[in-house]
């Protein structure tokens, strides 16, 4: 079906929830477990341990380095073994990182725990995204946002044990034990067998596999702009609640739980939608729900209308990963592994960039004006969208 016939709407479709597929959910939430649990931990890490500010970087260096590592290693991994093989690595790596990570050890020792960690999550993410595309054909973007919406759930659960565990007599580092052994537990269940996870790997499997088409970059960077939003808003909305809404440090950063508060709700909305719904649709309505949210949380202040500004926001985000990412694996006609690999990458990338420039910014213009950049990249991707749309049946 060319593009300009593309129905807006579409025979209801429904992932297959077997056995294989609910795993690979819950492997997608080892992901989100780790990465918030790591961001809500640095800072009682750094009191633990005395650590500056500096060195403590060198721990977020070290996830996004493993992040970007695992994201480029995905491909050739599946590609030399098997995509079954990188998924149960993948979870083993994010026991060992969360146990190394909290181990109380050197900091030389400590900071190889958030790099192993993220490079199995990495795998865990690309392993899981390529699966689900491949396995699930036209009820992939559904999937994906179920999938997704496991994750979100897994991250404000991880959230919520580290904050509960230092608070209490068990200690924070308690939550990510919690993630070694649920990670372990999973590849207990997954047993012996992988090879149900290796559908849809024949193509990439070849050692003259064609290089991926041209729509799968633009693809990526239309996603890239979009998660750049969101990192950069977890890392520092802090800061503007704290400018515009008044909180103290510590209500300003829990606060920030409200975007994955949204994120679940858009995921658990958007999965539904998506099953009749053209996904290129559902993805541009999300990026003009995301950007009219951000512009509201921009203007107002006050506490309640920046914590509804929040939620908005998270609702308007949640459905860009999950369909960004089945966007660039649609468009590599038979290579998702590789799409899904290089959109890891990407966002990592970004993920050190976008913050960096606008705490630049925001030094100079401060926090508030500083944010309004990133309207630009609601915008700029929406362009993106409407100029190198990625068609349902890409291959016509």
């Known amino acids: 079906m060319s593009k300009g016939h593309d129905p807006a709407l579409h025979a209801p479709t429904r992932p297959v929830r077997d056995r294989v597929t609910l795993l690979a959910y819950a492997q997608l939430g080892l992901l989100g477990w780790f990465v918030y649990g790591f961001g809500a931990s640095l800072t009682l890490l750094r009191d633990d341990e005395g ?237 003009l729900f995301a950007a009219a949210a951000f512009a509201y949380t921009w203007l107002v202040t006050g506490a309640v209308p920046l914590i509804i500004g929040l939620v908005l926001i998270g609702i308007g985000i949640g459905m860009h990963f999950p369909l960004g990412i089945g966007r660039a694996m649609r468009a590599s006609l038979g290579q998702p592994d590789r799409a899904a690999g290089w959109t890891s990458a990407g966002i990592g990338i970004m993920s050190g960039v976008a913050p960096f420039a606008l705490a630049a910014l925001a030094d100079s213009w401060g926090v508030h004006r500083a944010f309004v950049v990133m309207l630009a990249f609601f915008g700029a991707s929406f362009l993106l969208l409407l100029w190198k749309p990625v068609p349902e049946d890409v291959s016509a």
């Open 51 to 287: 650590l500056t500010r500096t060195a403590a970087s060198i721990l977020s260096i070290a996830l996004a380095g493993g992040g970007v590592l695992g994201s480029l290693t995905a491909a050739p991994f599946v590609r030399r073994w098997s995509r079954g093989l990188m998924l149960r690595v993948g979870s083993l790596l994010v026991a060992v990182g969360s146990l190394v990570y909290i181990s109380d050890g050197p900091l030389w020792l400590v900071t190889a725990g958030p790099f192993l960690g993220s490079l199995g999550a990495s795998y865990c993410a690309v392993g899981v995204s390529a699966y689900l595309e491949a396995r699930q054909g036209a009820a992939a973007d559904a999937a994906l946002a179920e999938a997704n919406l496991t994750g979100s759930v897994a991250a404000l659960i991880g959230t919520l044990a580290i904050g509960i565990g230092a608070t209490t007599v068990l200690g924070w580092r308690t939550g990510l034990v919690l993630l070694a052994v649920i990670a372990i537990v999973l590849e207990v269940i997954r047993g012996r067998t992988l090879t149900p996870f290796d559908v849809g790997t024949a193509m990439e499997s070849r050692r003259d596999a064609p290089r991926v088409p041209g729509l799968v970059w633009w693809a990526v960077i239309t996603l890239v702009l979009l998660t750049s939003v969101e990192i950069t808003l977890l890392q520092w909305g802090p800061d503007l609640l704290r400018e515009r809404g008044g909180f103290e440090a510590g209500a300003a950063s829990a606060t920030i739980a409200a975007i994955v508060i949204g994120m679940i709700i858009g995921r658990l909305v958007g999965s539904r939608l998506v099953e009749r719904v053209s996904s290129e649709l559902v993805f541009g309505g999300s990026i």
